[in-house]
């Protein structure tokens, strides 16, 4: 993150666990050319890769819970450093709670729009126990998504895997950490009128995606 005044700008994907965020934005970077930073995928890496991060990490991931904010400040702050995130940047799983919003405002990060992925809490548990993915984070989905071959990922043949976090027991306390945490954020960016816009997450990703790009023209 930079305090330069030609200001990064980018726009914030948020959404439950599971609505669709990582979706929509692996297909908004390709559409917009901006770098897509997930704090999701950085912390997996991070925890694969044994580093200082990821072992501090873990326990909060593999918890349902959330990772410390000095922890995951840090980790935006180097994504954003990094040159092709200048053109443009979009947040996904970032900010999660009210001290990461106002660490974005500190540094002087604009954001544009949040994108606010609508999923009812009864289907997100469907979407999250049938998550495939790869260690180069490409995701399916059993019933939704399905892989060509079973368990290999189409893009680059890894294995496909359930993530550790994607049990029922772990999805509700994601969800309620969705709830006190980031609902708040939500509210914090409604203060600004037209920085909010609402989304419809229903539907094949195709039309979600459809929606997105209609709301950010
Ligand atoms: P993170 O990886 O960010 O998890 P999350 O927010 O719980 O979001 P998900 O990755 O589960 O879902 P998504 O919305 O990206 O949905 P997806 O597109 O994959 O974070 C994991 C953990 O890291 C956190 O719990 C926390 O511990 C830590 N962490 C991360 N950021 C942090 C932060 N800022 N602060 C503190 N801690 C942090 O879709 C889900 C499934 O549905 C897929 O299988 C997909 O194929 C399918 N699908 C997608 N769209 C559709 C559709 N339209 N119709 C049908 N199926 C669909």
Same mark, same amino acid.
């Given at each position: ?14 959404? &439950?666990? @599971?609505?669709?965020? $990582?979706? #929509? +934005? ?6 917009? %050319?901006? =770098? ?11 925890? &694969?890769? @044994?580093?200082?991060? $990821?072992? #501090? +990490? ?6 349902? %819970?959330? =990772? ?150």
């Amino acid at each position: 993150m930079s305090n330069h005044p030609e200001l990064q700008a980018g726009i914030v994907l948020v959404g &439950a666990p @599971g609505s669709g965020k $990582g979706t #929509q +934005a692996t297909r908004l970077q390709n559409t917009l %050319g901006y =770098v897509h930073i997930s704090t999701g995928d950085l912390l997996r890496a991070a925890v &694969a890769a @044994g580093t200082s991060l $990821g072992q #501090q +990490a873990k326990a909060y991931m593999d918890a349902g %819970g959330l =990772v410390p904010d000095a922890l995951v400040i840090d980790l935006v702050k180097q994504a954003l450093a990094a040159p092709r995130a200048h053109k443009g940047f979009l947040l996904d799983g970032f900010p999660r709670t009210l001290a990461q919003a106002r660490a974005l405002e500190a540094a002087d990060v604009r954001v544009s729009c949040v994108v606010n992925l609508l999923v009812p809490f009864e289907l997100i548990e469907r979407r999250i126990i049938g998550r495939r993915s790869c260690p180069n984070g490409h995701v399916f989905h059993l019933e939704y998504a399905p892989p060509k071959r079973q368990d290999v990922c189409d893009k680059c043949g890894q294995a496909l895997a359930q993530r550790s976090d994607d049990t029922p027991e772990k999805v509700r306390a994601r969800l309620e950490k969705f709830a006190s945490e980031t609902q708040p954020v939500i509210e914090h960016y409604a203060h600004t009128p037209g920085l909010v816009v609402d989304v419809d997450g229903l539907g094949d990703p195709d039309e979600v995606f459809a929606r997105v790009t209609a709301v950010l023209r």
